[in-house]
Nanobody, 123 residues
């Protein structure tokens, strides 16, 4: 059974940092794309960043230079390091996975999802 469990959300001031983790079980990291999406109240789920099995990454323009995704194969973790946070980064953040050799960047392309973790950035 595939499970994705996020942790690390919380409240932070503008300009601060947060580190989100997603523990992945039931999937082989060697052929899986992993991503983070976010959803603010009243808005659609939005792509943030993704990494494929070759460690190639793709970032949304809104987070380039501020957010970094990484994979820890030994612990089956995918981590989102968020720096220089802004109030517009406030959302529920979701970890997602798909068994593929490509790098999907849209929500419908992902097979598995975590339950989400709230990130709130105060101004």
């Amino acid at each position: 059974q595939v499970q994705l469990v996020e942790s690390g959300g919380g409240l932070v001031q503008t300009g601060g940092s947060l580190r989100l983790s997603c523990a992945v079980s039931g999937l082989s990291f060697s052929s899986t794309a992993l991503a983070w999406f976010r959803q603010a109240p009243g808005k659609e789920r939005e792509f943030v960043v993704a990494v494929d099995w070759t460690e190639t990454t793709y970032h949304a323009d809104s987070v380039k230079g501020r957010f970094t995704i990484s994979r820890d194969k030994t612990k089956n973790l995918v981590v989102l390091q968020m720096n220089r946070l802004k109030p517009e980064d406030t959302a529920v953040y979701f970890c997602a996975a798909r068994r593929t050799l490509v790098l999907p960047i849209t929500a419908p392309e992902y097979e598995f999802w975590g339950q989400g973790t709230q990130v709130t950035v105060s101004s």
